[in-house]
């Protein structure tokens, strides 16, 4: 029996890892499927919602998934010119900053030739010749990475227009496959409770995101800060990657505040505008709004941003929260999963409301 066991635990450990690099080679294709799903169960009760009001499911998917690109690439359009400036700005960041923390790095430098210096000592005073190997810009990869990301996107935008104009078709089909009733029953369940979960956790999410970018981006203007609307809206888009989103914001807003301003006392005002409202947001105004709806603790939603990152770069991320919300709504509705749902949700005192 033990060795039976032990067969299984290490065919589930293959079968994880075959998963995994399937899930990584095949990313450009799993990528938009995995979002078009996502948007697709977001915006059902809503497509279902117009339809008891008499609106055909087409028009009504048209008019959400249309209406939402628009949006964004007016928004896109206007803050292109602005943008372009803060990224021709951004050599000027390590001049300034090399300028105004110079006896930092005058000891780092020290530290390093010291290293060095007995390095060579050490290996006879031969050294062996460097070779430099040239590398994509930094802009150039951003750039590319974009591009990409703005075309999967696209896709998987499509797919969901798709799905969602087919109605219940999909949801008949699922019914139909399935040989019992309580089982039929049980996957019309999930599914509902999937939509409800995900749709009211992501909206909730863009709405509290969409404010936290207005606030930012008068909080910033009200300090001087140029560009304050590029800077709003790039804080309501990385707000969407849970832990590292906020804290890189507050980086690039306070690297970029030093060479703005001219001395370091006023130029540490605004990240700490930026740190202090994403602070509120993040104690006070999601949990408030969200509540105890979304019951997962810190390790899973953590992990699950460090697995998604590895494996799909910043879509991951951005992916890593509404996917886990999937998983643990599907764990909390299969009585074999439930154990493994169990491990996502909080524990006894912990209740974590907001994935940030």
Not at 85 to 99: C, H, N, S
Not at 284 to 313: D, H, Q
């Amino acid at each position: 029996m033990d060795e039976t066991h032990k067969i299984k635990n290490l065919l589930f450990g293959i079968f994880l890892l075959l998963l995994f690099g399937a899930i990584y080679f095949a990313r450009d294709m799993l990528l938009p499927i995995a979002l078009g799903i996502l948007v697709s169960l977001t915006l059902s009760p809503i497509v279902r919602g117009l339809r008891r009001l008499g609106i055909p499911e087409v028009i009504s998917a048209s008019l959400l998934i249309f209406g939402a690109t628009l949006i964004c690439g007016v928004g896109i359009y206007a803050l292109s010119g602005p943008a372009s400036d803060i990224i021709e700005r951004a050599p000027e960041v390590g001049t300034e900053l090399r300028r105004k923390f110079g006896f930092l790095l005058d000891s780092l430098a020290a530290v390093q030739d010291a290293s060095d210096e007995m390095e060579n000592i050490t290996n006879g005073g031969n050294s062996a010749p460097e070779v430099a190997i040239q590398q994509p810009g930094l802009l150039t990869f951003a750039a590319g990475g974009v591009a990409s990301f703005l075309s999967l996107g696209f896709v998987g935008l499509i797919l969901a227009l798709f799905i969602l104009s087919s109605g219940n078709l999909f949801y008949l089909k699922l019914v139909k496959a399935l040989p019992s009733f309580s089982d039929k029953k049980l996957a019309v369940k999930t599914v509902r409770a999937v939509e409800h979960k995900l749709s009211h956790y992501l909206l909730t999410i863009v709405l509290i995101n969409i404010g936290l970018g207005v606030c930012i981006s008068v909080a910033l203007h009200a300090v001087g800060f140029p560009q304050a609307v590029v800077w709003g809206v790039a804080a309501s888009l990385l707000n969407f990657i849970p832990f590292v989103g906020a804290m890189f914001g507050f980086l690039a807003i306070g690297a970029y505040s030093i060479i703005v301003f001219e001395t370091l006392t006023s130029g540490l005002i605004a990240p700490v505008v930026y740190l202090s409202l994403t602070s509120i947001e993040a104690q006070f105004i999601t949990p408030a709004l969200l509540g105890r709806r979304l019951e997962l603790n810190t390790v899973s939603v953590f992990l699950a941003v460090i697995i998604w990152s590895w494996l799909w770069s910043i879509p991951g991320a951005l992916m890593a929260v509404p996917l886990l919300v999937v998983t643990k709504v599907i764990c909390d509705n299969v009585a074999p999963l439930k154990a493994f749902g169990d491990f996502l949700g909080p524990g006894r005192n912990q209740i974590l409301s907001n994935p940030k």
